[in-house]
């Protein structure tokens, strides 16, 4: 059964973030607020959680997994970043983005695309999850949360845990985010391409 987090959106509890963080470290998957949808987070390291995070979603290892990172320096740990990127990058964090980028040694290679060895990367721009990124202390592997068989991310927290409730070992509650995901945008090539329109303006980049 799934556990169910009411956290206040300003000053989310940390006792409640901490026991949250204590799923994660025992391998369950969350599902966490963003600003954009409701995504499902595991443990980077864990093998075991990122497989059943692709199952749950209903992806294979081709499919970009992203990375949440609290802000740009730890993003840079993860993705060769050069100073043109990081420039673009500045623009747009934190916001409803996720960029590709080529990963890092940091990254494990079962968890980066398996034929471009890039990752998906975001800095995610909701309190709630920044305060749990904060107390983790490190970036979380995640995926938007849109069931098998429809095309719209969830973003009600009680249909969540009635959905998944054992499947996945919580979920973070601060109230309704925004049902539409990020806005994707390649970084690896000359110019910035644009893969998917969300909810990041593609003008900040000059798209």
């Given at each position: 059964?799934?556990?169910?987090?009411?956290?206040?959106?300003?000053?989310?509890?940390?006792?409640?973030?901490?026991?949250?963080?204590?799923?994660?470290?025992?391998?369950?998957?969350?599902?966490?607020?963003?600003?954009?949808?409701?995504?499902?987070?595991?443990?980077l390291?864990?093998?075991?959680?990122?497989?059943?995070?692709?199952?749950?979603?209903?992806?294979?290892?081709?499919?970009?997994l992203?990375l949440?990172?609290?802000d740009?320096?730890?993003?840079?740990?993860?993705?060769?970043v050069?100073?043109?990127q990081?420039?673009?990058?500045?623009?747009a964090?934190p916001?409803?983005?996720?960029?590709?980028?080529?990963?890092?040694?940091e990254?494990?290679?079962?968890?980066?695309?398996?034929?471009?060895k890039?990752?998906?990367?975001?800095?995610?721009?909701?309190?709630?999850?920044q305060?749990?990124?904060?107390?983790?202390?490190?970036?979380?592997?995640a995926?938007?949360l849109?069931?098998?068989?429809?095309n719209?991310?969830?973003?009600?927290?009680?249909?969540?845990?009635?959905r998944?409730e054992?499947?996945?070992?919580g979920?973070?509650?601060?109230?309704?985010c925004?049902?539409?995901?990020?806005?994707?945008?390649d970084?690896?090539?000359?110019?910035p391409?644009?893969?998917?329109?969300?909810?990041?303006?593609?003008?900040?980049?000059?798209?």
């Open positions: 059964m799934a556990q169910y987090f009411e956290l206040h959106p300003d000053n989310p509890q940390p006792r409640l973030l901490k026991q949250a963080i204590a799923l994660l470290e025992k391998g369950g998957i969350l599902a966490v607020p963003t600003d954009s949808s409701y995504a499902l987070v595991c443990h390291d864990d093998k075991v959680a990122a497989d059943k995070l692709r199952s749950i979603r209903g992806v294979d290892d081709k499919h970009h992203t949440l990172c609290r740009l320096s730890e993003l840079a740990n993860y993705a060769r050069d100073n043109k990081y420039r673009l990058l500045k623009a964090t916001g409803a983005y996720t960029f590709i980028l080529e990963a890092s040694k990254v494990p290679r079962r968890v980066s695309h398996p034929s471009r890039t990752i998906g990367l975001r800095v995610p721009e909701h309190h709630v999850l305060e749990l990124l904060a107390l983790y202390g490190s970036a979380l592997l995926t938007t849109i069931a098998k068989g429809e719209e991310p969830l973003n009600d927290a009680h249909d969540i845990r009635e998944y054992h499947q996945i070992a979920v973070l509650d601060s109230g309704a925004a049902q539409e995901p990020t806005t994707v945008v970084l690896t090539g000359d110019e391409e644009l893969i998917r329109q969300g909810g990041g303006d593609p003008a900040l980049l000059g798209l």
